[in-house]
């Protein structure tokens, strides 16, 4: 079968479009034929040799969405030709977080694509249970777009900060394709959105997919004023954060007292100086992301189904052009997700 995979670490050259066998699906899992994957700050990361493989060659693709092909042993409900999207995260099922039902903490998960071959190629070998049916009015590159950042998101803002109806949110990075669905869910949520980007053509994408206010932080680098001005001098009560050290003053600046930030992302870079006071003086709530469970993939879909929650395509590659959409990736110019078609 056709994939891209790496032998090697390095750049987007490592990156090999060719021949890799085709896998067999074990008991309790589904042969998926990828019609629709992603590309991630994390598939560079991998590329890289920043990230673990778990062994080399390793085929890349942590975005999968395509059709069931073929069935292992003991699999039920699926049948061959069900369009579906795979949670990205395989887990072992019995360490003492999946017995809890805390499978997001499992002490054994893998990622596809990660230390698991991924969805950068025609076929896939995946556990039935992280199976999640797509509806039929939605293409595969779209739900390609739903398990890293679309379940980040959710996992965020709904696991994470229980975003409320009656709340401000502020969205950084908003054209990201985790701040894009970060725009979209808050929406779906009712909250009201500040969305920023480092461009104005971003902003203007944004507004037409319903944020209510627009800031640009490269042109307002002192963009917690700005929030203020936009929330009547209180602040926002939601920081949702994929950026990182570049922006974090003016996150903490942008909550009112008692806020929440979340972050999950530091592509903007991670260490930073941090003045403690301002977590007794105006109690705020700093939380952290991690890990992803099967329950709230299971009801991102729901939203998915019956909610209006849609994926943003930013640009599409077709899979031989893998490294290209590597170039795109790291250079930021885009607004959503890149997605790949598969042949
Ligand atoms: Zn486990």
């Not at 750049?11 to 008991?27: M, S, W, Y």
């Not at 395989?90 to 990660?114: A, I, M």
Request: with cysteine; aromatic share 6%.
């Amino acid at each position: 079968m056709k994939a891209v995979y790496i032998a090697e670490p390095g750049g987007p050259e490592k990156l090999i479009f060719g021949d890799r066998p085709e896998p067999e699906a074990g008991p309790g899992e589904v042969l998926v034929r990828v019609r629709g994957t992603a590309v991630n700050h994390a598939d560079l990361a991998i590329r890289a040799g920043r990230s673990a493989t778990g062994g080399l060659p390793r085929i890349l693709g942590l975005d999968i969405a395509g059709e069931v092909a073929r069935l292992g042993s003991g699999v039920t409900p699926w049948k061959e030709g069900d369009r579906v999207v795979v949670e990205n995260r395989v887990k072992c099922g019995d360490c003492t977080p999946c017995l809890h039902g805390r499978d997001e903490f499992c002490e054994r998960q893998k990622r596809l694509g990660g230390e698991l071959d991924g969805g950068h190629a025609q076929y896939c070998r995946v556990p039935a249970a992280n199976l999640q049916a797509i509806p039929a009015w939605m293409g595969f590159e779209e739900a390609a777009t739903l398990p890293l950042a679309g379940h980040t998101a959710w996992h965020c803002l709904v696991e994470r900060v229980q975003l409320q109806p009656w709340e401000d949110v502020l969205i950084q990075a908003v054209g990201s394709g985790v701040g894009s669905f970060g725009l979209l869910m808050a929406k779906g949520i009712g909250a009201r959105v500040i969305a920023t980007a480092g461009s104005d053509w971003k902003l203007e994408k944004a507004k037409e997919l319903g944020a209510d206010e627009v800031i640009n932080y490269t042109t307002t680098p002192k963009f917690s004023q700005r929030v203020k001005e936009l929330t009547s001098g209180r602040g926002v009560d939601v920081v949702f954060d994929c950026v990182g050290a570049t922006v974090w003053d003016e996150s903490l600046a942008s909550l009112k007292p008692g806020g929440r930030l979340v972050i999950t992302g530091t592509t903007a870079g991670s260490q930073i100086p941090f003045n403690l006071s301002i977590l007794q003086g105006r109690p705020l709530t700093l939380m952290g992301s991690g890990g992803r469970s099967r329950r709230s993939f299971a009801a991102m879909l729901h939203m998915v189904h019956y909610g209006g929650l849609r994926g943003v395509v930013g640009k599409t590659f077709d899979l031989a052009d893998t490294a290209k959409a590597h170039e795109v990736m790291a250079g930021r110019d885009f607004f959503g997700k890149l997605v790949l078609r598969v042949p």
